[in-house]
């Protein structure tokens, strides 16, 4: 599936990779494994409750987090992911 990043996932994520520079090749490694299956096993995809209904959550590694939703292309009407946020458990819920 594409993605699409949005404004704030951008800005996360060179937040976060300025903090803690060796987590730069785990969010990479998540995002190519969630953009070829958005469920595999390893990424402990889960659906969100709440404020959150309707987007999804992966893990990059124990702590960090990339909240996302299952769209459609409006320009090819295919199903992509767009990624929201990402960061610790704390930050992104």
């Given at each position: 599936?594409?993605?699409?990043?949005?404004?704030?996932f951008v800005r996360d994520f060179?937040?976060?990779?300025?903090?803690?520079?060796?987590?730069?090749?785990?969010?990479?490694?998540?995002?190519?494994?969630?953009?070829?299956?958005?469920?595999?096993?390893?990424?402990?995809?889960?659906?969100?409750?709440?404020?959150?209904?309707?987007?999804?959550?992966?893990?990059?590694?124990?702590?960090?987090?990339?909240?996302?939703?299952?769209?459609?292309?409006?320009n090819s009407n295919e199903r992509?992911?767009?990624?929201?946020t990402l960061g610790s458990h704390?930050?992104?819920?």
């Open positions: 599936m594409k993605l699409f990043w949005s404004k704030r060179k937040r976060l990779i300025r903090q803690n520079p060796s987590l730069h090749f785990s969010v990479e490694t998540t995002l190519e494994n969630l953009s070829q299956n958005c469920f595999d096993p390893s990424l402990k995809t889960h659906k969100l409750k709440g404020d959150l209904e309707g987007c999804w959550s992966c893990s990059i590694d124990y702590s960090n987090r990339i909240i996302f939703e299952i769209v459609n292309d409006p992509g992911i767009n990624l929201l704390d930050q992104v819920y």
